[in-house]
């Protein structure tokens, strides 16, 4: 991704080239938010409160306003603003000099209706908040359902009210009049359509079936589920109708059951997302256990299996195990982390899953989402069981490298220090 190095003092100007309402605000926060995350959420309703208030144009802003009024460094906002770039809630311009001059040009996020039955957005909303609180979005926006049948149609057409009448014709041109627009997720595909055109029979008419709107769906499929041209082709051969033509639910539908099959059975992005920002702790304390916080928080639990398993692909038994504790156990992912983490060190480097699901039980009734949470929960654990080890006479496991009597102090010796960053490593 290019940088173009944004800086505190460098201006910015707002321009709405939609239409905002507040129902836009309830989707951002119930939709958006969960992919996006709260920075770029909050970045992008700062900019909506800096436009003037006929909601057209802001005044000139410098960053160095939304670094004191988000609490976040310039760096964190330039991320953030990538992200609205990127999922079509803004576009971006600048004007190079010695203090660039930026556009920002706000766009609506799109309706619900077309959130939850988009292939891309729809996979990661579900992935990052689990089943049951995506049943309880979809619920929040059904429309309630009315029982009609003994009722009749009597609304009134226009002609039925209004009569015509002899007008003098004028030219209006209706070019730079306000109206709601939506940008299209930002996806760059270098996907081989002349492959997968060429792949099809020829009695085919390729120049009506792949119209705009099936290919964009082809290029998000095969985004969200890593496709290439070559399966594709044969997957959209399956999914012609008796009229010739594309039938977009069984296209979905088929490509992610191919990712299902070839994936055993699990959805994609889920083992690859970290801990969502907003329940991440902030930055700023440097012990070392706010240190191995931030690493837990910020790997996917896909990456610390494999620094576990020295740079090597985990099996797909431990990925499935993984999927279970992001699902069915709704686990955040950096908590998950940390249940992996502390497994491996007290039952000889093995995920044995009886062991792992009994602990995974135990903290989602407790509601542990933190990570700090579950280092807290994982240290109690290990007591107990030395404790019961000791009664016993049991060769007592390995103690986690987080677990330290001293783990909270604020400053380290130069020799903790060197442990510390050799630790760390093994997560980058």
């Not at 930055?283 to 576990?308: N, Q, W």
């Not at 999927?323 to 982390?337: A, C, F, H, R, S």
């Not at 989602?364 to 240290?379: C, F, K, P, S, Y």
Request: glycine share 4%.
């Amino acid at each position: 991704m290019e940088k173009n190095n944004l800086m505190p003092a460098d201006s910015y100007v707002v321009i709405n080239k939609t239409i905002l309402h507040d129902e836009d605000r309830k989707i951002l926060s119930t939709l958006y938010l969960p992919v996006i995350g709260i920075e770029a959420t909050t970045l992008y309703l700062t900019l909506w409160a800096d436009l003037d208030n006929a909601q057209i144009v802001s005044r000139d802003f410098s960053h160095q306003k939304l670094v004191s009024a988000l609490r976040m460094t310039i760096g964190e906002i330039e991320n953030a603003r990538h992200k609205l770039e990127a999922i079509g809630l803004i576009k971006c311009y600048v004007k190079k000099g010695n203090i660039n001059n930026y556009v920002y040009e706000l766009y609506s996020p799109v309706s619900a209706s077309e959130f939850l039955s988009h292939p891309v957005l729809n996979i990661v909303l579900y992935s990052n908040i689990g089943k049951t609180e995506y049943d309880n979005l979809i619920k929040s926006f059904k429309l309630p359902r009315f029982n009609m049948t003994n009722y009749t149609d009597i609304t009134k057409s226009f002609d039925d009210v209004f009569e015509s009448a002899n007008l003098t014709s004028y030219d209006l041109s209706l070019e730079d009049i306000r109206k709601y627009n939506k940008l299209k997720l930002n996806i760059n595909s270098n996907f081989d359509f002349n492959f997968l055109i060429g792949a099809m029979p020829r009695n085919i008419d390729t120049g009506r079936v792949f119209t705009k709107d099936i290919k964009e769906l082809i290029i998000n499929l095969a985004f969200i589920y890593d496709i290439d041209a070559v399966k594709m082709a044969n997957i959209v051969k399956g999914s012609f109708n008796e009229r010739g033509t594309i039938n977009k639910e069984e296209l979905r539908k088929s490509a992610r059951n191919y990712y299902q099959f070839d994936n055993g059975g699990i959805l994609p992005t889920i083992i690859d997302n970290s801990q969502p920002e907003y329940l991440r702790k902030p930055i700023g304390d440097t012990s070392k256990k706010a240190r191995m916080i931030y690493t837990f928080e910020t790997i996917s639990p896909k990456e610390l299996l494999v620094s576990k398993n020295k740079g090597s692909e985990p099996t797909r038994r431990d990925l499935k195990l993984v999927e279970d504790l992001l699902i069915d156990y709704q686990l955040k992912p950096g908590v998950v982390n940390v249940l992996i983490d502390y497994i491996l060190n007290i039952n000889e480097k093995k995920l044995t899953r009886n062991l792992v699901e009994t602990l995974a039980g135990e903290w989602q009734r407790l509601g542990i989402e933190t990570v700090e949470e579950a280092m807290n929960i994982a240290e109690k654990e290990f007591k107990k069981r030395n404790r019961k080890n000791v009664r016993t006479e049991t060769k007592i496991s390995n103690t986690p490298d987080w677990f330290d009597k001293d783990i909270t102090k604020d400053k380290i010796n130069d020799g903790e220090e060197n442990q510390l960053e050799e630790l760390l490593k093994e997560y980058k």
